[in-house]
């Protein structure tokens, strides 16, 4: 959800860590307890956390739950098993649990175009075929429409219907070609599994899904309140030296990332996928339960098998969980972000094992993959190996800046895919890959793969041999490609740092020539200038401080958005009245050399500008 990109990003806590009582049996881990509070504490402190969550199963030996820090900083209410997370985008496993239970029923085909199920909501005729097997993987072609994901009140919630008709993002890859993880894609789907059952998709799972597996403490339904008794968790960011709370956050395709749930529910669909029982063996009571029929065993077995694998060094997508194939296991997960709230779902099935946690802190760089892999080592008696040394070269065609395929092609926010592009140099060992402010050096491995410990990463050329494409390969919903030279920040930030330039000397020029004095011609050349200036200069202005933040890129835009947004033409229209004026007067002719090349200059710079601008969709108005 949020970007997983970003997806496309945040977490945690505070400088006073509670910890709750440990529920744990185990007789060959005695350890993990003391373990998960040394990992969880430091991380508390080194990242200004404010509350964590967590809940881990291994077959029948091992089921723990376990909290720290605060859920209320401001009542000094702790975090316990039962308080309320939002878990974000592993809010989509219930999606597609959902899926297959109307798959088992024979009432969809995962292969079948949705339009066939879909009777009250119409998919523009230019859309290739979708089928939910595209929904699964992230790869129905889906560009991903930023602002609007979320809202701070609830109120504004709009029903799933009018988000899917009002939010439809263009198809810029063809279906089952490029994985682009889609929010979109995920409400999309549940809204197929609202019109086949007949069903609003949050009663749908309330008496399917959570009512089955007994997990009373986990809604769909916004305030959370409205649904469980316990307490949701605050979520906060750390600012100046202490935890705020400056807003509610909801999610508008709430199927897609707004659940809350606690340790104690996620120790419970843990279970369910990895068929533990309810009671394990090591209880003081026989065990007589048996596995909530929500699926069958071999629906289950089938989630984890590889629905899509883009290239043969990746680990693949199952039915809407990640693979990860770490130190001889298949691991499947999912994380979760929203603006406050990070957390990360993981399963070891040939072990029988695993993980959940959850962060209620946001904006920070905690690494969640980094955590739970090291839980994962402790637990499995895992130590680092000794890397193999391998000869480097002729790295340089594989540095560059390279783009997302999750990404906003058609609306002004398409600009802000400047800020999450990846970049790649080569050094003495290897490639250096900067992944959101994180460096890894990555070693070669074989041809156009590279490795650093546990992650990997693949390229694929072109027909012409060129670098094309990057993948993660434990990243199966996402593509990064090489961006073009017009796409590059550093030219589009120099460039808007001289036309800022341009536009300040000429709002000043006039001014100063109105008490001097001048030629009338080139004094209303000027004052064209002027005007242009000054709507360039409000809106660079407008635009940094009330358009592309990140609250105003995931929540709301301004109220003033059209009127931020028709600047860039009043700009452009008065460039043009000023060209055209100083063409007919003949001022070019009139004026010494310098002075001419000097105002060519400038307007062939600002001609670049505009094009750019237009680039960029600043002149789109059907998109604002």
């Avoid at 350890?31 to 199963?57: N, P, R, Y």
């Avoid at 009018?162 to 929010?183: D, H, W």
């Avoid at 989630?303 to 899509?308: A, K, V």
């Avoid at 990463?457 to 017009?486: H, T, W, Y």
Wanted: aromatic letters at 16%; one cysteine or more; proline letters at 5%.
């Amino acid at each position: 959800m949020k970007n997983f990109t970003t997806s496309l990003l945040y977490p945690f806590l505070f400088l006073i860590i509670l910890v709750t009582p440990l529920f744990v049996h185990s007789q060959n881990k005695p350890c993990l307890g003391d373990f998960l509070d040394g990992v969880f504490e430091s991380q508390i402190k080194e990242h200004d956390m404010a509350g964590v969550t967590l809940s881990m199963v291994s077959a029948d030996t091992l089921e723990i739950r376990k909290s720290w820090g605060y859920a209320n900083v401001e009542t000094l209410r702790k975090v316990d098993e039962n308080t309320g997370f939002m878990i974000g985008s592993v809010s989509k496993l219930f999606v597609w649990i959902a899926v297959m239970q109307l798959q088992e029923d024979g009432k969809i085909d995962l292969n079948t175009p949705i339009d066939q199920y879909l009777t009250d909501l119409q998919l523009p005729d230019g859309y290739e075929s979708i089928t939910m097997k595209h929904l699964m993987t992230h790869t129905p072609g889906f560009e991903d429409k930023y602002g609007n994901l979320f809202s701070t009140s609830h109120q504004n919630i709009p029903a799933l219907k009018v988000f899917l008709e009002e939010r439809m993002p263009k198809q810029i890859f063809e279906p089952g070609t490029v994985p682009a993880y889609s929010n979109y894609g995920t409400g999309l789907a549940a809204y197929v599994v609202q019109q086949i059952s007949g069903m609003d998709f949050n009663d749908y799972v309330d008496a399917f899904i959570f009512e089955p597996l007994q997990m009373d403490q986990t809604t769909f339904r916004q305030p959370a309140s409205f649904a469980i008794n316990e307490q949701k968790s605050k979520g906060y960011i750390y600012e100046q030296g202490k935890f705020v709370s400056p807003f509610d956050e909801y999610v508008n395709v709430y199927p897609a990332g707004a659940a809350v749930s606690s340790a104690t529910d996620m120790l419970k669909l843990l279970k369910f996928f990895l068929q533990v029982s309810p009671e394990n063996e090591l209880s003081d009571t026989e065990n007589t339960d048996t596995i909530p029929a929500v699926l069958e065993k071999n629906t289950i077995s089938k989630m984890f098998t590889t629905l899509n694998k883009p290239n043969a060094h990746l680990s693949g997508m199952g039915y809407g969980l990640l693979k990860k194939d770490y130190r001889g296991m298949e691991i499947l997960w999912h994380p979760g972000n929203t603006y406050f709230f990070e957390t990360a779902f993981v399963l070891v099935p040939e072990k029988q094992t695993g993980l959940f946690f959850s962060v209620n802190t946001g904006k920070t760089d905690f690494q969640f993959a980094d955590q739970f892999l090291l839980i994962l080592d402790h637990f499995f008696g895992f130590e680092d190996q000794p890397e193999p040394p391998l000869r480097v070269n002729g790295m340089n065609h594989f540095s560059g800046l390279y783009k997302p395929s999750r990404r906003n092609e058609n609306d002004y926010y398409k600009i802000a895919g400047l800020f999450s592009l990846l970049k790649i140099s080569n050094s003495a060992e290897g490639l250096i890959v900067d992944f959101f402010g994180k460096e890894y050096l990555f070693k070669p491995q074989g041809d156009d793969v590279f490795v650093s410990k546990e992650k990997k990463i693949v390229f694929e050329r072109n027909e012409q041999g060129k670098i094309r494409n990057m993948m993660f390969a434990d990243l199966p919903v996402v593509v990064f490609s090489k961006i073009s030279f017009r796409e590059s920040p550093y030219f589009n930030l120099t460039l808007i740092i001289i036309v800022i330039l341009f536009s300040l000397k000429n709002v000043l020029v006039p001014i100063v020539n109105l008490f001097k004095g001048g030629q009338k011609n080139r004094q209303f050349f000027r004052w064209m200038l002027f005007f242009s200036s000054v709507f360039l200069i409000l809106f660079f202005s407008l635009a940094f401080t009330k358009v592309f933040t990140v609250e105003n890129i995931l929540f709301e835009p301004p109220s003033s958005i059209k009127i931020i947004m028709i600047m860039p033409l009043l700009a452009l229209l008065f460039f043009i009245a000023t060209v055209i004026f100083w063409l007919h007067r003949g001022i070019w002719r009139k004026q010494p050399f310098g002075k001419t090349l000097w105002h060519f200059v400038v307007f062939l710079v600002m001609v670049v500008f505009y094009t750019q601008m237009h680039f960029w969709n600043f002149f789109n108005f059907a998109s604002v």
